[in-house]
């Protein structure tokens, strides 16, 4: 049975040390051109778009939400069950690979190491950076954020996933819709706080 310690026993925990004053500190909210804006509400646009499916397989994009600075994207996979690739599989080569081939011929996501040599600046031609999402065995989503916005009414998205008997395949895209969602944003809803003078770039750089 439990008792409290009542009897005047010498305590077993040492005391807790007295709480300690604190510098104020107000957070602080940085936006990275790789990361959809955090004061701006996005305008969905269009459905689900199947881009590759096989007797076993779906991969499939939904979710579009554009902003003036660039369009996420959700990539979801469905497998039968019984099939599905096991956790030692999945490794970066028998992934699922997305990109989207632009009307002036640019490849966006055509290479694992498309990426800006510095990711704090907007770079000159679009790219697309993978921001997570969720592994459930047989049906995986996983957003993408495409930036900045690329130019252009005919996009293709292009998929390829050979580990699930899926080839490269390219499906027509009409862009009209997004870069008319992306003219009726209303933009920021305010302004984002100035960084602290002297903070080092990048993620971790403006952790309190």
């Known amino acids: 049975m439990s008792t409290p310690n009542s009897a005047g026993a010498e305590p077993f925990f040492e005391p807790l040390p007295e709480r300690q004053r604190v510098e104020d500190h107000r957070p602080v909210y940085v936006q990275m051109p790789w990361q959809p804006p955090v004061n701006v509400v996005p305008v969905s646009v269009g459905g689900t778009v199947v881009l590759g499916r096989t007797d076993d397989t779906v991969v499939a994009v939904a979710g579009l939400e554009v902003y003036p600075a660039g369009m996420a994207f959700t990539v979801q996979t469905w497998q039968r069950p019984g099939t599905e690739l096991v956790d030692d599989e ?98 920021p809803l305010w302004e984002l706080p100035t960084p602290p003078e002297g903070a080092e770039d990048g993620w971790f750089g403006y952790a309190g």
Request: glycine share 12%; charged share 25%.
């Open 90 to 187: 999945w490794a970066w080569r028998n992934a699922v690979r997305i990109g989207v081939l632009l009307e002036d011929g640019t490849k966006t996501g055509a290479a694992r190491e498309d990426l800006p040599e510095n990711l704090n600046i907007v770079p000159e031609t679009p790219r697309i950076a993978q921001l997570g999402g969720v592994q459930g065995g047989i049906h995986d989503r996983w957003q993408h954020w495409l930036y900045p916005l690329p130019r252009g009414e005919r996009w293709t998205f292009v998929v390829e996933w050979l580990a699930r008997g899926i080839p490269e395949t390219r499906t027509a895209f009409d862009a009209r819709p997004v870069h008319e969602g992306a003219a009726a944003s209303a933009g």
